[in-house]
């Protein structure tokens, strides 16, 4: 019996990094996997699922669409039966001094980051009310905690996802679901890779990591994997923080 065995689980953004890892690490433990994203490799995702003997489709979907959402509920439901587990994970990085940020990419950044959260989160209602309950982890960071240079508007992108969840959270225990955040350190994947390969860079974001290194899209997908599991049936409206200790001094 795997650890959400037979949930109905979708993972935005799994085409990459902690999508991937996150749909892959589900499926291993009987999750019946909807890998969602914009970029159409997450085929590829899904035939390594079935390939491994798992259960996944894929739909492609803009997490910033209220239609695509509409969409890819109707696909859970029909062809599954309902939705339990919602992984809101999709998102952009911005890397740039705040003076130099337009107000297109400040909008830009809140529709990716932010707005889809609000669209999903709201989605995910019914068909998870249909089946009792579920769990929802919404992908923040440890820039949703503290600040740092050069990304003040993803901070701000990630420390709204942050207390959206905890709103969620108080509207949602009473029908049994469950709103949670997660919070990665820096993770080694193609979003913090231009990072990781300058040297001066890498040296600044992971100087406060007491570990001394990038974290892996693995080790963020073992804490989803709790999260989405009944394992944490009394964790709400928690902020889950996964950073090789960047942020615990
Ligand atoms: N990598 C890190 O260091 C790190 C740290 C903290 C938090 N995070 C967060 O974790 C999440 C995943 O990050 P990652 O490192 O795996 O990123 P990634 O860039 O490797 O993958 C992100 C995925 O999201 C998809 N995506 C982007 N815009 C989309 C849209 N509009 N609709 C649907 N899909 C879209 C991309 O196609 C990609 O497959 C993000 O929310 C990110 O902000 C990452």
Redesign the pocket.
Same mark, same amino acid.
């Given at each position: 019996m795997g650890r959400v065995e037979g949930k109905i689980c979708i993972v $935005?953004?799994a085409?990459? %990094? &902690?999508?991937k890892a996150t749909a892959q690490r589900l499926a291993s433990e009987g999750g019946k996997i909807v890998a +969602? !994203?914009? !970029?159409k490799e997450c085929q590829k995702t899904v035939d390594e699922i079935v390939d491994s003997g798992g259960e996944a489709i894929f739909l492609p979907? !803009? @997490? $910033?669409k209220e239609k695509d959402w509409d969409m890819v509920i109707e696909q859970c439901s029909s062809r599954f039966g309902g939705l339990d587990v919602l992984i809101n994970?999709? %998102? @952009?990085?911005l890397m740039k001094p705040l003076q130099e940020t337009s107000l297109e990419e400040w909008n830009e950044i809140f529709r @990716?980051?932010v707005t /889809?959260i609000f669209l999903g989160t709201k989605f995910a209602f019914e068909p998870m009310c249909t089946r009792n309950g579920g769990s929802i982890v919404n992908?923040s /960071? &440890?820039y949703g905690l503290v600040g740092a240079p050069m990304a003040a508007a993803y901070e701000a992108s990630k420390g709204a996802i942050r207390l959206f969840t905890k709103g969620a959270a108080t509207e949602y225990a009473a029908h049994g679901i469950r709103v949670n955040s997660l919070h990665?350190? @820096? &993770?080694d +994947?193609?979003? =913090?890779e231009h990072l990781l390969e300058d040297t001066e860079i890498k040296n600044a974001v992971l100087g406060p990591t007491l570990l001394g290194r990038a974290g892996t =899209?693995d080790e963020i997908a073992n804490a989803a994997l709790y999260l989405a599991s009944d394992e944490s049936s009394f964790v709400v409206g928690t902020e889950m923080v996964v950073d090789g200790g960047y942020t615990c001094n």
């Amino acid at each position: 019996m795997g650890r959400v065995e037979g949930k109905i689980c979708i993972v $935005t953004g799994a085409a990459n %990094g &902690i999508g991937k890892a996150t749909a892959q690490r589900l499926a291993s433990e009987g999750g019946k996997i909807v890998a +969602t !994203d914009i !970029d159409k490799e997450c085929q590829k995702t899904v035939d390594e699922i079935v390939d491994s003997g798992g259960e996944a489709i894929f739909l492609p979907h !803009d @997490v $910033t669409k209220e239609k695509d959402w509409d969409m890819v509920i109707e696909q859970c439901s029909s062809r599954f039966g309902g939705l339990d587990v919602l992984i809101n994970n999709a %998102g @952009v990085l911005l890397m740039k001094p705040l003076q130099e940020t337009s107000l297109e990419e400040w909008n830009e950044i809140f529709r @990716v980051n932010v707005t /889809s959260i609000f669209l999903g989160t709201k989605f995910a209602f019914e068909p998870m009310c249909t089946r009792n309950g579920g769990s929802i982890v919404n992908l923040s /960071s &440890i820039y949703g905690l503290v600040g740092a240079p050069m990304a003040a508007a993803y901070e701000a992108s990630k420390g709204a996802i942050r207390l959206f969840t905890k709103g969620a959270a108080t509207e949602y225990a009473a029908h049994g679901i469950r709103v949670n955040s997660l919070h990665p350190g @820096v &993770i080694d +994947t193609p979003m =913090a890779e231009h990072l990781l390969e300058d040297t001066e860079i890498k040296n600044a974001v992971l100087g406060p990591t007491l570990l001394g290194r990038a974290g892996t =899209a693995d080790e963020i997908a073992n804490a989803a994997l709790y999260l989405a599991s009944d394992e944490s049936s009394f964790v709400v409206g928690t902020e889950m923080v996964v950073d090789g200790g960047y942020t615990c001094n």
